[in-house]
């Protein structure tokens, strides 16, 4: 980022010397996040603000260019709070939505979202991997099925996005956020099929193909850019290496804190994410324990910290809202080193041990 923000600080939109300068860098930067989508055209990719800003533009511009009189979408019950708020907006404005649920598996089946089906359908929206649990979706299948259907096909890939190959998910829209594999907060993109039209969530110029107008995070971009094209040269390597300390983790505290759990461990998940359930314990006085100890963990999503209720996702699951509330997300990035995980494995058997001594709830 350092050369955008000192040497090529003109807006890419100037013609100038300076502007087209920083013109080249964040078409450099399109191409290479382009390759870590799978995208045929560079032209395909719109850089915004982030995930939440993607989602929203996806959802929001496909029902906005709909001409058809009744809309319908179809999405799922553990879907980010970035997909479930523009639902139920779209719901209040008269929009009709489907929610599809999950079951224990925490995975989504392709016939529930064949039935729910209309003939007013305009969009399905299903992520790719979920934030909570870490469960893949069928995303090939549902992409498939929107396709026969005349339906256009929406993935979050926030949590995907470095994780798991995205080359091949059939997406006509597909959202990716930067800080999830190595780039700055602040950055994200949106895939949009080549044809596919959307209505802008904002009004202003003409940046970004006049599909999200303002002057470009140039930086931000170029460092996504860079961070996609270091996951193209390393994903097989530092996505098993991930996964091994993740099993690693999961496996050793689940043979060392009697009473837990792990949530759909048996489904398929992103290699980086553990979700354990440790009964009788409130997450929240684990999550602080562990943050005492130098370990940062979470009781559920970081955007829904605060949150009194319980997660919707666990829930959704099937877990009780008390159950729900004594989960713990692990999340491996590739920071972390087989000694830490060592390290946390102790942490997390000496703070269960010490907060089931306080808790006046019996288990087993």
């Known amino acids: 980022m350092l050369p955008v923000l000192t040497e090529s600080y003109g807006n890419a939109s100037s013609i100038h010397h300076f502007g087209q300068a920083a013109k080249q860098r964040l078409e450099i930067a399109r191409r290479q996040v382009a390759r870590l989508l799978g995208a045929r055209k560079a032209t395909e990719i719109v850089f915004v603000s982030g995930g939440t800003e993607a989602d929203n533009l ?3 511009g496909a029902v906005g260019a709909s001409t058809r009189s009744t809309k319908h979408v179809i999405t799922s019950t553990i879907e980010h709070p970035a997909v479930l708020n523009v639902c139920r907006e779209l719901e209040a404005e008269g ?8 079951g224990g598996s925490g995975v989504i089946d392709v016939r529930d979202v064949r039935r729910a089906l209309r003939p007013d359908t305009v969009l399905i929206s299903i992520m790719h991997a979920n934030n909570e649990v870490g469960t893949v979706q069928p995303v090939r299948e549902i992409a498939e099925l929107a396709r026969e259907s005349g339906v256009l096909f929406h993935s979050d890939g926030v949590q995907a996005a470095g994780k798991l190959p995205l080359e091949d998910t ?10 999830k594999f190595g780039a700055p907060k602040g950055i994200g993109a949106l895939y949009v099929r080549d044809k596919v039209k959307l209505a802008p969530l904002m009004r202003g110029g003409k940046q970004e ?6 002057t470009e995070n140039v930086p931000g971009a170029v460092a996504m850019g860079r961070a996609a094209e270091w996951i193209n040269s390393n994903f097989a390597s530092e996505t098993a290496r991930i996964a091994e300390l993740r099993d690693r983790l999961e496996r050793e505290i689940l043979a060392s804190v009697p009473h837990a759990r792990a ?34 963990v979470s009781s559920g999503a970081a955007c829904s910290s605060g949150a009194v209720e319980p997660s919707h996702v666990l829930t959704a699951v099937g877990l009780s809202k008390d159950d729900a509330r004594s989960c713990i997300r692990f999340s491996l990035g590739r920071q972390n080193d087989e000694h830490q995980v060592a390290a946390l494995v102790e942490a997390v058997v000496a703070s269960a041990a010490h907060l089931r001594r306080l808790s006046p709830v019996a288990v087993g």
């Open 263 to 296: 949530n759909c461990a048996a489904s398929p998940r992103t290699p980086n994410t553990s979700n354990i359930l440790f009964e009788g314990i409130e997450g929240e006085a684990m999550v602080i324990a562990l943050d005492l100890k130098g370990f940062a």
């Open 209 to 214: 193909r006049e599909r999200r107008p303002g």
């Open 58 to 60: 996806a959802i929001t």
């Open 170 to 179: 059939g997406a006509d829209l597909y959202t990716v956020s930067g800080h």
């Open 95 to 102: 929009v009709a939505v489907t929610y599809v649920g999950v």
